[in-house]
């Protein structure tokens, strides 16, 4: 027969092909993908194909543990897709392979056992995905086996794709000799956690695209080639003499998340216009930063002008900006719910500025707005709409009082949540509190005075959560115990801090106290059993503490998490003590290095915790989960 593609992906009960496929002797495409032959342990459907070039044996629900040695004869296959082989174990029936494979699909095959050498005489390859493929290999053998692998790529002298993508802490750094693959055109390095990229890598003069999405720990992005785009950080290089920036490069593109830096090296407005950013209908996630005080060549209010982004548009940052106002297609974003705005010295208005001249920036509904160092800024016309506000190092925003207007009222009662950090301006001053008759929830966090005023704490009346994270301060604001309606307390970083202030005995409706890095607190207070509707009681860090309060067995508590009190958790241990806590669901205690657990069971059980420190060694991985799928078994989940 000469059926040269055949298509037998998802078929869930193909029954025994063998003889079929046999006949088959021009096939040259043969997928077999989420089928039951590839979810048999045992495939002996090649037998006779020799001709394919093409074999797409991918599937989230595969089995194999290994493919037929036959497919090593297979001397014209070209293409041959293995993504999501969970329990794939070995390569080496590639081994008849090497220089006919031109297109290999490795992912999320976290099985292979991936020996360096296996990837020797593929000289014919030009694209290799091992993304997802070694992230669990983190034992320093294995990380050195990684290196060797990465090595024995760098050799492979037609390689033009390379995905090396979302192998976390297994690839944390790359050889220099990942520069000798001068045909490579695209590098995927997005959620690795590299370090730094090496020189060898700006010189390849084919290389078009680099990603390291999600690569945090990356520093330093060194200069590529004139041709060559990095994403979603895209830095922005002046040309030769009088020539325009590279910025052109992106006219091609049409990514979801896109960050260009260095705005000030842009050479001409028109660069801007040429890349047409307004068209990339993809686009989700937008950055615009220029850098601190360095000299522009192009004026930033006309620059962001012609920097118009899609109406698709759900995320924007702006850093660095120097002008004093905003264009007017900022109020134009239908999509927009989250907006940045930082590091804005000279930006005094929220205003616009159009073709008629300056107007109010009336902008969408967000969830959430975030004002950091624009010290300048002041609301005046009206209040941007916005559910949640994070405001740092900008206390004239807080000190705004805003006229009072129907789009005024509107907008103040969509802002629930309130975050401030690192103001020095004295509570009392907090005019824009009066403006939020929605807030239910307010975060101070190294906040200096928080003296309030019958004024201004009457207009936190509402607040159910209110979280507080000090400077090392001694003692809490005295007016706590006239928000009657609060429900949730955090105090954290109160390191001078004796004893709760008994105001707090007043909030009768509070359901939940989490205490963190209180460590002048020696005990806590008696009339806690008071507080009738409490919960939830989190203790973390206050190595002060030796005992919970008596009486503690009258509290209708849910949920206990004690860490990192020594004393607290010897207390906790003794039976005595254990017997006052019988009714409570959940007694969590871990100390750091060593996890300890003591868990009260009762037959009202609604959930268990585990402690952990935030940095343990991946050989403690097991016997967690070990022990995890114990409770599991013990409570029947």
Known sequence: MELQYLNLSGCRSIGNLHASLGVLSELQYLNLSSSSYVNCRKTKVFGAVAKVERSKLSSSHSCLEQLPEVLGSFNKLKFLNLSGSYCLKELSWLSGNQKSLVHLDLSMCIGVNYIPEAFDGFTNLQYLNLSACLQYRLDRSSVCQIDRLIDHISTLPNLGHLDLSKNGDAICS??????????????????????????????????????????????????????????????????????????VLLQDTNPVDLQIIQLEKVKSAEDAVCIKLMEKERLKDLTLRWTEDAQRFVDDEVLLEKLEPPSSLTTLIIQWYNGVSFPSWLSELPNLTWLGLYDMKHLEEWRASDSNGASDLRLPMLDCLHIINCPNLRMKSFLPRAKRWYVSKSDNVLSSRVECTMSHTNSSSLVTELAVADCELPLHQWRLLGQLSGLTELRMEGCGDLTGTPEIIQHLSSLKGLSLKGKDHEELPKWLGELTSLERLLIDGYAGLKELDESIRKLTKLQE???????????????????????????????????????????????????????????????????????????????????????????KVEYIVLLLPERRPAAHGLPLLRLALAFKRLLRF
């Open 174 to 247: 790359l050889p220099e000799s990942l520069g000798n693959l001068r045909k490579l055109h695209t590098l995927d390095l997005s959620y690795c956690n590299i370090t730094k990229i090496p020189e060898s890598i700006g010189m390849i003069d084919s290389l078009k695209m680099l990603y390291f999405k999600g690569c945090w720990l990356l520093s330093n992005v060194p200069q590529l080639s004139a041709s060559s785009i990095s994403l979603p950080v895209f830095g922005v290089h002046t040309g030769d003499g009088k020539s325009s920036s590279n910025l």
């Open 513 to 603: 106290i989490k205490l963190y890095n209180c460590n002048s607190m020696s005990s806590l207070p008696h009339w806690l059993r008071e507080l009738t509707c409490l919960k939830t009681l989190v203790i973390n860090c206050c190595e002060g503490i030796r005992s919970l309060p008596e009486g503690i067995q009258q509290l209708t508590l849910k949920k206990l998490k004690i860490s990192n009190c020594p004393q607290l958790q010897m207390w906790c241990r003794s039976r005595e003590n254990g017997l006052k806590l019988t009714h409570i669901n959940i007694l969590a205690c871990s100390t750091c290095p060593c996890v300890q657990v003591l868990i009260r069971i009762t037959e």
